[in-house]
């Protein structure tokens, strides 16, 4: 957002107030102001001047101009630029003169030919070549004034008239004051700051009512009907003038020079430059429309094609009038030969209209409103800017009342706040009236009842909804460098104890002594990655309103995308064999807070060249690292389930997958990623492990029994069985073990596959049990007993054993 010193002078008495002050101004009330520039020093005085004769230097683009500069005789001037013609008001820089350029003017010979000083292009007074269009680049610049310009000529005050010897102020806007997008806005933070009156000319303007109505409605699509926030239309009647000259409609000068400072580019259409200016001082965007060129209804609809997702517009009798934001049909603009104008103001939802602006990847000034959130009734504001700015160029005679398509449903903000909260949350003790008065020009209406205010916020306003938010605004506005700093009472306090924490901690240090790295990623994604890696099923994913880019414009639902996408960069760094975890939130709309764990090994998980000693990421390995995790919250594992997630996405390999579940609830998942994918990512083999630790928390067992270890001596078993690739090992353990006596322990000590086991794909398997009891030892018949009904059990599952 841009401001400027000339334009603040005609709302605001600025009078021995510098311009130093008003970046200090801006400031300290929360504008950060990041660049200035003052261009009412960089040239010489130089003089309006009016062409006369222009004849082409023969094989050459340059012409011969003979230029009247208010002397008796004309001056020569050689001149290159394709848009010199007779009859026009230039900026002329005689001989002596310096300009911004740096460049000193002196009489010399071009082709043969004497001129005598230049006549000038903007970028040459030291404007911005980017606020300047493609045509304007190779353009003398032509000056229109709305008094006589003739009477000028010869007056060494072309930068005064063209409204170029001003400050310029880029200050830099947070998304929760986007109703600054309005210059209106930032004027009066500025007139409340200074203590000054806000001479609004507007108010104190008198505006004829006629009784035109619009020969068309607006209909909204159902499609679209929650995008559109409000739509209102206004009928203008145009005076009629009678001149001798031909009617032509050109922007002032002052006023083009004014929207190049705001970064806006002429579009070289008097009623398209005009609806800039406006939404620019209001923040709401305008269309100006010939009413007799409509055919039939005007329609807002989302008119979606292969080349644009998202395409809303403004529609009659099928032609697009408007395609929102980003263009104007110049065929439904009024012309010279209008007798009415229909005047359109429309609110649309930021969010869809931030689709908008990047489905056609462009940036407006329009747009830059429409994709806030600024206020959905600033056509309020922006109808008595309309009049007044088409009074200025005597096209106005009068105007219908404002026509409502659809009446916004947002309300005034209205809160109550008492004294003792705004001192307990500000530090200082301010009475009532001191309140009052930090608000003078701001639009906010207070009304005192003993020790409570009722705010009636600034309508425009929609950042502020709650007692903190005020508290916020009465610090802003008091200053917040007024504000002593105190030093914080900090008061002991017992901590308590918090067992997840220390759970958590114990964890981490168990992955760090496994040599793991810890890793911290961004919680933002795409909203295709996160919809494709929500492994967890969570619904209403939090979308950013405005995201800097689509990569990151969604709150991730799972962690496991963005540890690959880390193991995937330290790859391509050299870093091939990687160990990682993070612990991090989730969040949804739903209010969804679940903390989750990510595990990544990739490559080598051990490499002792020297030992000769290599161990592959497995999965194996993995699951031995959940198991350890989940027995650090007294979880039973014979009571977690291991099944293949069928749901698995293409990235993960099909049949390497498991959901772990416990007593039907799902506390994570472990696989393997999917070959073609750790190809795409330049990844060896990797494993990824992710719980849902808030899950795991909420179903620990926290009850912990000591208990007694036997003096007895312990007897153990050990089998060997063939399980086959349908065989799940945890249900065969939990089966066989069933109704068996003395059994202290369970353990897996080996797995084989020899080429015969390989053809059936099947592995053998060796299981060492152990039996003991803490009351008596064992005998050999009571171990043997107990031993056979493991192996009836194994018979019963058709399991072989070797």
Excluded at 480 to 499: H, Q
Excluded at 599 to 625: H, R
Aim: glycine share 4%; hydrophobic share 35%.
């Amino acid at each position: 957002m841009y401001l400027t010193r000339k334009w603040l002078e005609n709302l605001i008495d600025l009078t021995g107030v510098k311009n130093e002050q008003i970046t200090v101004a801006l400031n300290s009330l929360g504008f950060e102001v990041d660049s200035f520039k003052d261009y009412s020093s960089l040239n010489d005085s130089l003089k309006i001047a009016h062409v006369g004769n222009v004849a082409p230097i023969e094989g050459t683009h340059l012409n011969f101009c003979f230029v009247d500069k208010g002397e008796e005789l004309v001056s020569p001037i050689v001149c290159g630029a394709s848009n010199v013609v007779e009859g026009q008001y230039v900026i002329l820089a005689e001989a002596g003169k310096k300009i911004a350029n740096g460049l000193k003017l002196e009489n010399r010979e071009i082709k043969g030919k004497m001129s005598e000083g230049m006549m000038c292009a903007l970028t040459e007074i030291g404007l911005n070549p980017k606020a300047l269009s493609d045509k304007e680049k190779d353009w003398i610049y032509p000056i229109v004034t709305k008094e006589d310009t003739y009477a000028m000529i010869g007056n060494e005050t072309a930068l005064e008239e063209i409204g170029f010897l001003d400050a310029v102020w880029e200050v830099d806007l947070t998304l929760n004051r986007s109703d600054a997008l309005g210059a209106m806005q930032l004027a009066k933070e500025l007139a409340n700051y200074f203590d000054k009156d806000l001479n609004d000319i507007v108010k104190n303007y008198t505006f004829k009512n006629n009784s035109l109505t619009s020969p068309v409605s607006i209909k909204i699509d159902k499609e679209v009907d929650k995008v559109v926030r409000s739509a209102t239309m206004q009928m203008v009647q145009v005076k009629e003038v009678l001149s001798v000259a031909e009617k032509e409609y050109k922007i002032y000068s002052n006023q083009d020079v004014w929207l190049k400072f705001n970064d806006s580019k002429t579009t070289h259409n008097f009623w398209l430059d005009l609806a800039n200016a406006i939404a620019i001082e209001t923040g709401q965007p305008v269309l100006f429309l010939d009413p007799t060129k409509l055919k039939s209804q005007l329609e807002i609809k989302d008119n979606k094609n292969s080349d644009h997702k998202v395409n809303l517009q403004l529609t009659s009798d099928g032609k697009v009038i408007s395609t929102l934001g980003v263009e104007v049909n110049e065929e439904f603009l009024p012309t010279v030969e209008s007798k009415e104008i229909l005047v359109v103001y429309l609110s649309l939802d930021p969010i869809f209209m931030r689709k908008q602006q990047k489905e056609f990847n462009t940036s407006t000034i329009d747009l830059q409103r429409y994709m806030k959130p600024v206020g959905s009734k600033l056509y309020k504001v922006a109808q008595n800017r309309v009049m007044y700015w088409l009074d200025q160029y005597n096209i106005y005679d009068s105007n219908s009342e404002i026509e409502i398509a659809k009446e916004s449903n947002e309300k005034q903000a209205e809160v109550k706040v008492k004294l003792d909260y705004i001192h307990k949350l500000m530090g200082v003790e301010l009475t009532s009236k001191e309140i009052i008065k930090l608000f003078k020009t701001l639009d906010f209406e207070i009304v005192e009842s003993g020790d409570e205010l009722l705010f009636k916020v600034d309508e425009f306003r929609t950042d502020i909804a709650h007692s903190a938010d005020i508290v916020e605004e009465i610090t802003r506005v008091y200053g917040y460098d007024n504000v002593k700093s105190i030093p914080p009472k900090i008061l002991s306090d017992n901590k308590s104890k918090k067992l997840d924490l220390r759970l958590q901690k114990q964890n981490e240090n168990y992955l760090l002594g496994l040599g793991f790295s810890n890793i911290k990623t961004y919680s933002l994604l795409s909203s295709e990655l996160v919809n494709n890696w929500n492994l967890f099923e969570i619904n209403n994913p939090i979308n950013l309103m405005s995201p800097l880019s689509k990569l990151r414009e969604t709150f991730r639902l799972s962690l496991s995308r963005s540890i690959i996408e880390i193991a995937s960069f330290n790859y391509s760094k050299g870093n091939k064999n990687v160990k990682l975890y993070e612990f991090a939130d989730i969040y949804n709309m739903d209010n969804l807070r679940q903390r989750h764990l990510s595990v990544l090994i990739s490559g080598d998980v051990m490499n002792q060249k020297g030992y000769d000693i290599s161990i592959k990421s497995s999965y194996a390995y993995l699951k031995g690292i959940c198991d350890s995790i989940l027995q650090t919250y007294n979880i039973n594992l014979n009571e977690v389930s291991f099944d293949v997630n069928e749901k698995a996405p293409n990235e993960i390999h099909p049949f390497i997958n498991a959901k772990i579940t416990f007593e039907g609830k799902t506390l994570g998942f472990i696989y393997k990623l999917n070959p073609k994918y750790e190809q795409s990512q330049k990844l060896d083999s990797t494993f990824v492990l992710e719980l849902n630790i808030s899950e795991v928390q909420n179903t620990k067992n926290s009850v912990i029994r000591a208990q007694e270890i036997s003096k007895f001596q312990k007897t153990t078993r050990d089998v060997s069985f063939i399980l086959n690739s349908s065989d799940k090992y945890s249900q065969v353990i939990k089966t066989i073990v069933e109704d068996v006596k003395y059994l202290t322990k369970v353990e897996l000590i080996d797995i084989y596959q020899d080429d015969k086991l390989k053809e059936t794909n099947s592995k053998s398997v060796s299981v060492s049990f152990e039996f003991n009891s803490i009351e008596n030892q064992l005998t050999d018949q009571e171990v043997q007993t107990e031993w056979e009904k493991v192996l009836n059990n194994l018979s019963k599952l058709k399991i072989e054993v070797r």
